[in-house]
């Protein structure tokens, strides 16, 4: 038997036990005889013949010294590949824990497409991609859609029992990155000229700094991106504008949401706002009265930090006014546990109904004058200004390729422009333009 023959046996045994989960031996393989070198094979045989064991004494005979067995050129160039390989890969790993997290290639585009929402008949039960993770809680977004879901349905329903006449259309879309949305619109009630509510499900990505400037207190919504890389997220939220036609019945707005980015970021956001056209101290008392109990029954702190917080968002920054009397508005907040938070939301969503049906009710059949409707009007011109102009969640669609008639639901039908006009001093509408230029507390 020759030493050749030695060398192919014994690489060949390393290979079978490789594929049995033995590593194989790094650099050199090294292998020497001394007297008892029939333990090489011992553990595969028991026994030897006497042939077999002549044959490997003639072998030690002709080796009289340790016998090196080189790499071949094909194995030595395969571990090189390899630890270049590994290198780079730590190379990689290392540069994405410097520099951040990358966006997927199978990340939503930046604009995701006005065209992009598909019809259909019916909803399906999710919006919610269920594989979500590593980095979504598919449990909270499950949850506050299906919060959202449930609360379109009774708002809508108190809605057209105030309403008595007007009936809400529904339009189902989806989009085939996932999510999409329903809404529902009202128009040409008997008490509202228009209304809707509306429940969106989006999958998306949104440059750095479009994140950044979408908060107020200059939260890092990025955070774990590397810089530059534009931002994968998901959101979730229900949405609403009503605008009756009585001018001594107020408009209502609320929006109440959550989002989370790829970076690992989370924060809920929202609120229930009022825009009167002329001033009623009992129900800017009841409004306010009902938001400040939701707040209360949370943390103390809550209405007073929202509160002012609405009165500095709801700011028509080019007229020197506020877009109406306020409510709560509140954005960012993950400064405690999610479900807290949710718990929160859900009970401010959930009191939309109680804090604005009382007043509608009180005055949806009170006599108005032609001048009244007028400046109704008006103030729906400011409505419109704001919204087209400040208001994040009419941007965000706008940017990211939002739906356009779900995005532009919150405009009324009708609208008024005047130019150059101003108050007459002592009126009532001079007194209800003092307190959008100095917001006061109601309760």
Not at 46 to 72: F, G, L
């Amino acid at each position: 038997m020759k030493i050749s023959s030695v060398v192919f046996t014994l690489f060949t045994t390393a290979v079978v036990a490789n594929g049995f989960g033995v590593a194989p031996n790094r650099g050199t393989t090294r292998v020497a005889f001394r007297g008892g070198t029939t333990s090489l094979f011992a553990a595969t045989e028991e026994t030897t013949t006497e042939t077999e064991t002549e044959t490997e004494t003639e072998i030690e005979a002709e080796v009289e010294a340790p016998v090196e067995v080189e790499e071949t050129d094909e194995v030595a160039e395969v571990e090189a590949t390899t630890e270049v390989e590994a290198d780079a890969k730590e190379e990689e790993d290392t540069k994405d824990e410097k520099e951040g997290k990358k966006a997927g290639k199978d990340a939503p585009p930046t604009h995701i497409g006005w065209n992009s929402h598909n019809p259909v008949d019916a909803i399906p039960d999710s919006l919610v991609r269920e594989g979500d993770g590593p980095d979504g809680n598919y449990p909270m977004r499950a949850k506050f859609e299906k919060m959202c879901r449930e609360a379109q349905v009774s708002i809508t329903k108190a809605i057209e029992e105030i309403d008595g006449k007007g009936k809400f259309q529904e339009d189902c879309w989806t989009r085939a990155n996932g999510g999409g949305g329903m809404s529902r619109v009202l128009a040409g009630g008997d008490v509202f000229e228009k209304a809707g509510v509306n429940l969106s499900v989006v999958y998306g990505s949104m440059p750095q700094e479009a994140l950044q400037a979408a908060t107020e207190r200059g939260v890092d919504r990025s955070k774990g991106m590397a810089p530059g890389e534009r931002v994968p997220f998901f959101a979730c939220g229900l949405s609403s504008v009503m605008h009756p036609k009585n001018p001594m019945c107020p408009t209502m707005h609320f929006n109440y949401r959550y989002f989370e980015t790829d970076g690992g970021v989370w924060w809920f956001g929202g609120g229930t706002d009022i825009t009167p056209s002329y001033i009623n101290e009992d129900d800017m008392k009841h409004f306010h009265g009902t938001y400040k109990e939701v707040c209360d029954r949370h943390d103390p702190n809550y209405h007073q930090e929202f509160k002012a917080w609405a009165d500095r968002y709801f700011v028509i920054q080019h007229r020197n006014e506020t877009r109406g009397f306020g409510g709560i508005f509140f954005d960012d907040q993950n400064d405690r546990d999610a479900d807290t938070i949710f718990e929160f939301s859900k009970d401010a969503l959930n009191s939309v109904i109680d804090a604005y049906g009382p007043i509608i009710e009180n005055h949806k059949d009170d006599e108005y004058t032609q001048k009244q409707k007028e400046w109704q009007l008006m103030r729906r011109g400011r409505y419109v200004e704001f919204n087209l102009v400040y208001d994040r969640g009419t941007v965000f669609g706008l940017k990211t390729g939002g739906r356009i008639e779900s995005i532009l639901m919150s405009l009324p039908e009708t609208a008024r422009w005047e130019y150059n006009h101003q108050v007459e001093p002592g009126s009532p509408e001079a007194e209800f333009l003092e307190v959008c230029q100095h917001p006061k507390d109601w309760v």
